[in-house]
């Protein structure tokens, strides 16, 4: 199992995050590989986090509760997603421009939250996934879109429903 996450967040060695009621930073895995090119227009800015925590894996929920069932193929401008940044929380706005690799929209970041999800609520409450938080500022973010590198590394999105008594992400679902 493998999450992915921004490529400028590889910084080498083990990979932690807070994702219990603890609150403390607990080793998920290590980075199997990242792509790092820059921090504008089309350079790429994903990486992929081998987990090796068995309390994480298993749990593909978006903020403890959102299951995801399924990956966008595509994404237009109006469409309103949201993202999950560790600094300023859950986020969302319209979708302003989409490119091959890219999706900008009009929900603000501050660094920090780098990494996280961004998806589509669905009507029933399921998320669809659509990209990780790469970049942004209070007027907007930009995420990198995760079909292309979901077909590139040749990886299958995660669409199982949480097993019941799994972890609860600390402050997720806020």
Sequence with gaps: ??????????????????????????TIGKFEQSVHEGGTGEDADIGLVALNNPGIVGDSRVLDRRPVEGVASEVRPGDVVCKYGVVTG????????????????SAPAE???SGGPVYLIQPDGDAIAVGI???GDESGSVAELVQPWLQKWQLTLDTSKPAAGGAQPVGYGK
């Excluded at 859950?90 to 890219?102: F, L």
């Design 133 to 135: 938080a790469i970049r």
């Design 111 to 113: 660094v920090g939250d």
């Design 90 to 105: 859950r986020k969302c706005g319209p979708v302003t421009a989409v490119t091959p690799t890219k999706v900008v929209f």
């Design 1 to 26: 199992p493998v999450m992915f996450t921004a490529g400028h967040c590889d910084q080498g060695g083990k990979v932690t995050m807070k994702w219990t009621e603890s609150g403390a930073y607990e």
